[in-house]
């Protein structure tokens, strides 16, 4: 196989300079997500109590990943902490680009959910903390369903969604049935649209690991995808992904919205309802699995200061420190990373959405299968895929845009797919 260094050179859009750290601050790249952002201020507390100085590198998630990967695999030291996810840190941990986790006992690491907590190890070795983690689900207006005289249940067929997103549909009145991620990337729109191939019993790669993007049912996946939100979408779906549809969800906009369990936290819409992801037969992969977790790079000069606030930013003692934040609350610790945090009888009082969100985390099935013969639900844990998925997300958000046909987009995909595999050494 092609190294991990050579593949995630191939992805960077250039080195970062490297910068000189000091041991009385912290640079910590982050993706701009609401979690991340809220603990900036949260974080106050943190430097006044320690005297460290924490320089914030808010970054949209496909830059940041650009940027963390290039500067984490030449060494650039640009950053002290990086926020990445389940498909770098046991590959990179391995790889040695970043440093093993290893925390006091009042940490509590057997409080940290298992999903996440193996999704994040290699080996037994923990490489990245989960600051908060997530499946996903359906995340529904129920007021705009009971006026429509329709109903959406857990593990619902992919059907009934279409035909309930059709009933909520009312773009004269600025409602649009179903919004979900078009914006290409890997963990973007790709991130979606895998769970939705799953469900179809699509895979990324066949038992030989050669790609299978030309099959009948990644087809018929990606009909539907283009098909649902073509016709009952926002308009512009191809620029869209998380945060683009928050802000359309709670503007009132979106009938329902099919995405990560952690939006539940940032909801400010009346009527929301939740229910398990829909499938077209297959149940397995339905929905996802990820954290956004925090590592340590390799040889970075603040190596002991940086583990010391990745301890504190993602204890049990944060999760307090953001419940009891004035600007903040119960409603906004970051979730899916503790057990002990659906215990604390504030946050039940207002998180209407856990047991949904934990019976998503519980249900998602990262492991291998006979339909897919690699870790991973809505990516594949192989040092390529960042390359293979990022190429097939340009093909598939021109699907949805209208500028080719969907056998159009899944030939260039595979063909694109066929020839970074073949490269790799995989066949």
């Not at 129920?142 to 009312?170: C, E, F, P, R, Y």
């Not at 649209?193 to 019993?201: K, L, P």
């Not at 519980?362 to 897919?372: Q, R, V």
């Not at 987009?409 to 995989?426: C, K, N, P, R, V």
Request: hydrophobic share 45%; aromatic share 10%.
């Amino acid at each position: 196989m092609k190294s991990l260094r050579n593949t995630a050179l191939g992805l960077s859009l250039g080195v970062a300079a490297a910068s000189a750290g000091y041991a009385q601050e912290l640079t910590i790249a982050i993706v701009n997500n609401g979690h991340m952002i809220n603990m900036q201020k949260v974080a106050e507390a943190y430097t006044a109590d320690t005297g460290v100085a924490l320089n914030w590198v808010s970054l949209e998630e496909g830059v940041l990943r650009e940027q963390v990967t290039s500067d984490t695999a030449t060494g650039g030291g640009q950053y002290d902490i990086i926020n990445i996810g389940m498909q770098e840190a046991p590959i990179w941990g391995a790889a040695g680009w970043i440093e093993a986790l290893e925390f006091g006992a009042d940490y509590d690491v057997d409080d940290m959910l298992p999903a996440m907590r193996n999704g994040l190890s290699h080996e037994g070795t923990l490489y990245a903390a989960p600051f908060y983690g997530e499946s996903s689900m359906v995340m529904y207006r129920k007021d705009l369903t009971d006026a429509a005289g329709v109903t959406v249940a857990d593990n619902d067929s992919w059907d009934n969604i279409k035909a309930a997103a059709a009933a909520m549909h009312d773009p004269d009145n600025g409602v649009y049935g179903a919004c979900l991620r078009g914006k290409p990337g890997w963990g973007d729109n790709m991130a979606f649209v895998t769970t939705v191939v799953n469900s179809f019993g699509g895979a990324w790669f066949d038992a030989e690991m050669k790609p299978a993007l030309d099959s009948d049912e990644w087809k018929a996946a990606i009909n539907f995808y283009v098909d649902l939100l073509g016709n009952y979408g926002p308009p512009g779906s191809e620029g869209n992904s998380f945060n683009e549809i928050l802000a359309l969800y709670n503007e009132g906009k979106c009938g329902m919205w099919i995405d990560a369990t952690i939006a539940a936290s940032f909801l400010e819409v009346d009527g929301v309802a939740y229910a398990q992801s829909p499938n077209a037969g297959n149940p397995v992969g339905a929905n996802w699995l990820w954290a956004w977790a925090m590592a340590v790079p390799t040889g970075s000069p603040n190596s002991e200061e940086a583990h010391k606030f990745i301890e504190w930013a993602t204890s049990k003692e944060y999760i307090q420190a953001v419940g009891n934040h004035p600007d903040f609350g119960w409603g906004k610790v970051p979730t899916g990373t503790r057990s002990s945090t659906y215990a604390i009888p504030e946050f039940q009082a207002v998180a209407g959405f856990a047991a949904a969100e934990m019976a998503a985390i519980e249900s998602a099935a990262p492991e291998a299968t006979d339909i897919k013969p690699y870790v991973g639900v809505q990516f594949a844990a192989i040092p390529e895929f960042p390359e293979v998925g990022t190429a097939v997300a340009q093909e598939i958000a021109a699907a949805l845009s209208g500028a080719k046909s969907v056998d159009e987009a899944l030939a260039a995909s595979q063909a694109a797919a066929d020839a970074i595999m073949s490269e790799a050494g995989y066949y």
